[in-house]
């Protein structure tokens, strides 16, 4: 599992994957943080945000955050030499200047020299460390954060969570434990202990026999083994309770905000009828949000605690809205009206969202133009509600700079990340570009980082033969014609975006 024993239980022998999680960007923590009612200053630091990330692996959003905001200052923690190793490395190759990457254990950080390579923090934010690592390393992190996060600051905390994975600890565990004893490495461990939890399963073994477990093995289907490594095979892994989590970082003077997700701010839409009276029995936000995991099952948390909370009032969150910049993800006749949500089945309106729609379609508006717009129906012109909803569905999205223009700094880092991803031509290989309208990444597919780039360099130009011809790709008459169609396919639907995102 690991070289030595200073992993202490932590896998190290097979790098986790590069990944990009919006939920970090410090643009949408404080879009998220205003729509759960409370005042961020990150506005006030758009050009000089400090940015730190603990738990930054190899180190992809680190780069992503450094790249997209030329301005910030950004710190990247990460206890496995390797992975700092990997993602100074790119920095240095793409010529990233804003971005410093630090080797430190994050249980005796806070007490370090190295700690004085961190500044004091505008925004923290962690992904999956906390539900990873033993309790001293949490002690640590609470330490460091008690340290290192400014009055009005934000932390973004995302955890594997009680009481939704319950059903989940046993299969983790016998996925670990059975895969210890049939594999030297820790991503053949994993990949040999789920195959023993799928044979359980198939074996209808009782305490498996459940729709979590089921969901989650289909969910798994297909992922990189070092994701599954990383995940699942660590000596410590262990869901928490939110309460808990709250009850730890309190140490810190950090309070609960709400959820990264923006929808999962609105009980209506967490929770049916019936629950959302038990919830409402309750003033206690604690309370509150266990009656909500209870109803919900979520599980994974994208947590946000500030420290202090300064409330903020329904006007004021409208007026917060009002100034925002949305640029649509989807062309207007694939927008979905109807969304499955954990209170059921919900349906945007129709006429309301069709006209904002059909604003958006050309070209990205600000929100108080949007709830502006003549013939909207006045009860449905809640900024809050429709920010939360089209950007919480993922099919608009917010633009903190809705000017700026991707530099070449910029695009030779996304090339070079396109490139990695589609190694061993992996054309479809999970990847993201830096977007600096976005002042964050954008999701996509290594044939999206391919076919931005080849875009802007030719003016826009629609090429396929030359692509097919770089690529390598097609062997065949046949190949060839399928893979045209698909890449001019792709040209085609992704192109409005884009260029509405100021990368073409």
Wanted: with cysteine; charged share 20%.
């Amino acid at each position: 599992m690991s070289a030595g024993n200073w992993a202490g239980g932590y896998v190290t022998d097979v790098s986790y994957t590069a990944g990009y999680y919006v939920e970090q960007s410090p643009h949408l923590l404080a879009l998220s943080a205003a729509v759960s009612g409370a005042v961020t200053d990150v506005g006030e630091h758009i050009d000089d945000l400090v940015y730190v990330e603990l738990g930054c692996g190899r180190g992809m959003n680190a780069l992503i955050q450094a790249v997209a905001n030329p301005g910030w200052q950004v710190v990247a923690v990460d206890f496995t030499p390797a992975a700092i190793a990997e993602a100074r490395a790119l920095a240095r190759e793409v010529g990233i200047d804003n971005v410093t990457f630090v080797e430190a254990d994050l249980a005796t950080l806070a007490e370090d020299p190295a700690a004085a390579l961190i500044p004091e923090a505008d925004v923290v934010s962690l992904h999956g460390v906390w539900s990873w690592v033993p309790m001293e390393v949490r002690a640590g992190i609470v330490r460091l954060l008690k340290a290192k996060v400014k009055p009005g600051g934000l932390v973004h905390l995302s955890y594997n969570a009680l009481p939704a994975l319950q059903n989940v600890l046993g299969m983790q565990r016998v996925m670990r434990e059975a895969g210890l004893r049939l594999a030297e490495r820790s991503d053949r461990q994993a990949v040999a202990g789920l195959a023993v939890v799928r044979d359980l399963v198939a074996g209808d073994a009782l305490n498996l026999r459940n729709h979590p477990v089921g969901e989650l093995l289909q969910r798994l289907e297909g992922l990189p083994h070092e994701y599954l490594a990383h995940e699942y095979m660590n000596g410590t892994w262990a869901p928490v309770f939110h309460a808990d989590v709250a009850g730890a970082l309190a140490e810190a003077k950090l309070d609960f905000i709400g959820s990264a997700r923006p929808p999962e701010n609105f009980p209506d839409l967490m929770m049916t009828e019936p629950q959302r009276k038990v919830y409402d029995r309750f003033e206690d936000r604690l309370m509150q949000e266990l009656v909500k995991d209870l109803c919900s099952g979520r599980g994974l948390r994208h947590d946000i605690f500030a420290r202090g909370h300064r409330p903020l009032s329904p006007a004021g969150r409208a007026r917060a809205m009002m100034d925002m910049t949305l640029a649509l993800t989807v062309a207007p006749e694939k927008f979905i009206y109807s969304l499955t949500l954990p209170a059921g089945q919900a349906t945007l309106n129709a006429p309301f969202y069709g006209t904002v729609v059909e604003a958006l379609a050309g070209g990205p508006r600000a929100v108080g133009e949007l709830v502006g717009l003549p013939g909207l129906d006045g009860a449905q012109r809640d900024p809050t509600e429709l920010v939360a909803m089209l950007v919480g569905t993922g099919q608009a999205i917010m633009l903190p700079r809705p000017t700026a223009l991707a530099d070449a700094r910029t695009r030779r880092f996304n090339r070079l990340v396109g490139q990695r991803a589609m190694q061993g031509g992996r054309i479809d290989a999970p990847a993201a570009v830096a977007v600096p309208r976005l002042g964050g990444g954008l999701g996509c597919r290594a044939v999206d980082v391919f076919l931005m780039d080849r875009m802007a360099e030719a003016g826009g130009a629609v090429d396929p033969d030359i692509w097919i011809a770089e690529l390598g790709a097609a062997t065949t008459a046949e190949d060839h014609a399928r893979l045209r169609a698909r890449l001019t396919e792709l040209a085609q639907e992704r192109a409005p975006l884009w260029r509405r995102l100021g990368m073409l």
